[in-house]
């Protein structure tokens, strides 16, 4: 009786630890096990990035910049370049989020085609190859042959012709890929949206750069009384309107003297003299931008001088394209705008400024490598002397 009495018990007290053992295994209703962190990471400035496998609450460009997604942790990040996709389940995926940049630069030309001409073929890639920065944007506000006091009329959308008669248009707004360096054009010539403004606030520039006319550049003692440099000071003021990055530095891009075949109009204005129109440009620089707007620009991009230093080379006039006239004789060519060379050596100019780098350590196209020495010596000695030619 014993015996079957203690078999018993020890049987009871087998189904009594089976029973509070699977008690232990069932989740309370009111907890979800699978949370997240309370933090959120947010595309703002100062939010840390995202990287693979953290948790994180995916945020969209929005009035609140807020939006909500699983709760359920990541299980599976993927890594393509500076990109991250971040998936919450096998059945539900968030919107790819961008890593925050720690080093990025971001540049705004507000110009004309000479602008282009610095900026389109070489500059992207020569400012990765700093190994500065993480995230690249390089881009132009431009409209062909834009003097200045025509740039205002576009940023104040003042209605009207311009000199010939023609009506005002709008300009193209273009830019790369952070990350490819790929250019971008954002909207179509004559889109009814005033690019200026839309360019300005696009993008948290670093930096901002003007350029004067290439035909009245040289300043109203030279091109008849026509003063290129009038609305500097309300260009100045509506970049500081207008700009979404506080620390933003203006930069004024020096323009080129044409080369000596050049037989465009405005030319004449410094009688088909290359020296006179150089010495011209740099007299305009010093007198209607940094004598007359004192503190207000960081400083020169010299793609004028470095230009000039580089002809005074073995290489001689070949940094522009080709000049003359067409077959009708009336109508100039060229040789204003830069070729191929002449671009390397602005882009390298930019290079060496936006970096505070030697040029010599760009990376070199393939193409130029024999005439690279140069190119760098030419760009570094401008920047040393941005109004002073140096023999190369």
Not at 32 to 46: C, F, H, N, R
Not at 127 to 153: H, M, N, T
Request: proline share 5%; net charge negative.
């Amino acid at each position: 009786m014993k015996k079957l009495l203690s078999l018993l018990l020890s049987l009871a007290l087998i189904l009594t630890l089976t029973a509070c053992g699977n008690t232990a295994q069932q989740p309370d209703d009111d907890t979800d096990v699978s949370t997240t962190t309370s933090a959120e990471t947010t595309l703002g400035e100062d939010a840390p990035s995202t990287t693979a496998g953290e948790s994180t609450t995916a945020t969209t460009k929005g009035t609140d910049n807020k939006k909500p997604v699983s709760t359920k942790k990541p299980t599976k990040s993927t890594t393509s370049g500076k990109h991250v996709v971040t998936f919450t389940t096998a059945e539900e995926v968030t919107e790819a989020t961008t890593a925050i940049p720690k080093n990025p630069l971001r540049v705004l030309s507000i110009g004309h085609s000479f602008s282009k001409d610095a900026m389109v073929t070489y500059l992207w890639d020569m400012l990765e190859s700093s190994g500065k920065y993480d995230y690249i944007v390089i881009a132009y506000l431009y409209f062909p042959g834009c003097s200045l006091d025509r740039q205002w009329d576009h940023i104040s959308g003042r209605p009207g012709t311009d000199k010939e008669g023609r009506p005002y248009e709008y300009e193209e707004y273009s830019k790369t890929d952070p990350y490819t360096g790929t250019w971008e054009k954002q909207y179509k010539d004559g889109d009814a949206k005033n690019l200026a403004e839309y360019a300005i606030k696009d993008e948290k520039w670093d930096v901002i750069t003007l350029q004067p006319s290439p035909d009245y550049g040289p300043g109203p003692e030279l091109c008849g009384g026509t003063n290129d440099y009038a609305d500097v000071g309300n260009i100045l003021n509506w970049i500081r309107s207008n700009k979404t990055n506080a620390k933003a530095k203006v930069y004024y891009h020096m323009t080129w003297a044409f080369s000596t075949d050049c037989k465009l109009w405005s030319f004449s204005y410094c009688d088909w003299d290359q020296m006179k129109q150089y010495q011209a440009f740099v007299n305009a620089t010093k007198k209607y931008i940094f004598n007359a707007h004192p503190n207000r620009f960081a400083g020169i991009i010299p793609a004028g001088t470095a230009i000039q230093n580089a002809r005074s080379s073995k290489l001689g006039d070949v940094f522009n394209m080709p000049g003359g006239y067409e077959a009708d004789n009336r109508t100039a060519k060229d040789g204003y705008h830069l070729n191929d060379r002449g671009d390397c050596v602005a882009a390298l100019t930019w290079y060496a400024v936006l970096t505070g780098k030697s040029a010599k350590t760009a990376a070199c196209p393939a193409q130029w490598k024999s005439e690279w020495s140069i190119f760098t010596k030419a760009v570094d000695a401008a920047v040393k002397k941005p109004y002073e030619v140096t023999d190369c």
